[in-house]
């Protein structure tokens, strides 16, 4: 039989929690600690990067205060997501796979459209992917943290080069901002690590944006009554 995976479920809490994800991981949760040796990490503040990087402490600190444990993976959930147990163990199955680090899909309004929340590098900075870009699991150059999972490993390495804080934000000359979550993926390939999107795997934003015809089957099949 095979040993059960440790697992992190990371959620750095706003102000308010949105009841769709409370939901989610009442649902959830049971599942996971079935399946996996499971512990919740959350900050509470409206300081996302900083919520992030105390979340990291709490895990390395965990592990520090518990002889021969090590975290195997990290699973991240804003609080306004909704989500699926057959979603975070897909995520997971990539994991187990070989990939190091995988993004679900999840969508905002970008102006007048509804665009996915991964980028591709331009310039200094980044630009968001349409939906027609979007093709099965793919890499790309940022993901959002709304809903993804890593190895262990890579937080290791990316906290021990970019320590006290691997969320980070940095200002360009622009007026324009690269975000924690995309500078998380920069220091990560800069680490040699690669940032994959699995766009099949929809979740939902409490914002309620998807777009007109969303194109994962399954997520159609559970948004039926």
């Known amino acids: 039989m095979n040993q059960k995976k440790n697992i992190a479920i990371c959620v750095p809490s706003g102000r308010f929690v ?13 599942q996971l600690m079935l399946a996996y040796n499971t512990v919740t990490l959350t900050v509470a503040s409206p300081l996302i990067a900083e919520n992030r990087n105390e979340i990291l402490r709490k895990a390395f600190s965990i592990e520090e205060k518990t002889p021969g444990f090590l975290i195997d993976y990290l699973l991240w959930i804003d609080n306004d997501i909704s989500f699926s147990f057959e979603q975070a163990r897909k995520l997971f199955s990539h994991l187990e796979s070989g990939k190091d680090f995988i993004s679900g899909t999840y969508f905002n309004l970008v102006g007048e459209e509804i665009k996915p929340v991964a980028y591709k ?30 190895k262990m490993d890579v937080c290791r390495r990316v906290f021990e080069k970019f320590k006290p804080r691997p969320f980070d934000m940095r200002y360009l000359a622009n007026g324009s901002v690269i975000t924690e979550d995309q500078l998380f993926c920069e220091r990560a390939k800069e680490l040699g ?11 939902r934003h409490a914002k309620g944006f998807l ?3 969303p194109f994962s089957f399954s997520y159609k099949e559970k948004e039926k009554p």
């Open 18 to 30: 949105d009841f769709s994800f409370f939901k989610s991981y009442a649902n959830t949760i049971g």
């Open 121 to 150: 590098t331009k310039g200094e900075g980044y630009e968001w992917l349409s939906e027609k870009q979007l093709f099965g699991t793919m890499e790309v150059d940022s993901a959002g943290f709304g809903f993804c999972a890593m």
């Open 193 to 203: 690590y690669k940032i994959w999107l699995d766009s099949e795997l929809v979740v």
């Open 211 to 213: 777009p007109p015809q």
